[in-house]
């Protein structure tokens, strides 16, 4: 992959574009395609601690984005709610002891539980969106679909000549869009399995992504170290 990069912006010799840098584009091209589209994920056990409303998901597990689906070990399903909810539905809800029956989350790390177990030992099932392994050596491979590694490729030669700015950049536009175009292929086939599995996170909706506003700042921006005009 990283050798199609440099074919495709003529530089095999590692001058300008070196190695690191087309390594690093195509690692940040597969993160961003997984987290735009949620399609790689795992279900993993979660061991409750007692009488503990608040935990930092990425303590335990390194790989987390964000909750799928959580359910107790018999099977039945924790519902998720904002914060606000828990407070509208038990103004002591950060210390209820009970069987849990709701979770929350925000950003990247943040889970809290309601109700919050009183006693050690009570497990949930957590399915959850998973950020992939970076991309060191050369035997290493992408994670996501096969079909879709042409993509991460596109968006490298767009990331590693953003650098030249103005109208070179400009040029990169559709490497952009066709990274978007698969994106969002990926992400209507995993939306899809989502609401059939009965998940409580959607992947989020390309197709209602204004691509223009890229594009716009995109051709007026500058090359680094250019003067500004008054």
């Known amino acids: 992959m990283r050798t199609r990069v440099q074919q495709r912006v003529n530089e095999l010799t590692g001058t300008y574009y070196s190695t690191a840098e087309i390594n690093s584009a195509l690692n940040e091209a ?3 395609f997984v987290l735009l589209t949620l399609c790689l994920e795992v279900t993993a056990a979660f061991t ?11 303590t335990t597990f390194e ?3 964000l909750p799928l689906r959580v359910t107790t070990l018999g099977g039945s399903k924790i519902f998720p709610s ?5 407070d509208s539905l038990d103004s002591g809800w950060q ?3 009970g069987a849990p029956v709701r979770y929350a989350s925000l950003g990247f790390d943040f889970f809290a539980i309601y109700q919050q177990p009183a006693a050690a030992g009570t497990v949930v099932n957590i399915t959850y969106a998973q950020q992939p392994l970076v991309m060191a ?12 590694h042409p993509a991460l ?9 953003m650098k030249e700015g103005a109208q070179e950049f400009a040029k990169t536009m559709p490497y952009f869009n066709s990274f978007l175009d698969e994106a969002q292929k990926c992400g209507e086939y995993v939306r899809a399995r989502n609401i059939g599995g009965g998940y409580d996170i959607l992947p989020f909706e390309l197709a209602r992504f ?14 680094e170290g250019a003067n500004k005009q008054a």
């Not at 904002?82 to 828990?86: G, P, T, V």
């Not at 204004?210 to 090359?223: C, E, F, G, H, M």
């Open 95 to 97: 210390a209820s002891p």
């Open 63 to 65: 790989d987390w984005i």
């Open 210 to 223: 204004d691509r223009s506003k890229v594009a716009r700042a995109s051709a007026t921006k500058r090359p």
């Open 82 to 86: 904002e914060l606000e909810d828990l």
């Open 30 to 32: 597969q993160r961003l």
């Open 48 to 58: 409750l601690t007692a009488a503990v409303t608040f935990y930092h998901m990425r």
């Open 153 to 161: 490729v596109a968006y490298a030669i767009y990331r590693v000549r």
């Open 137 to 148: 050596a050369d035997t290493d491979t992408p994670q996501i679909q096969q079909e879709f």
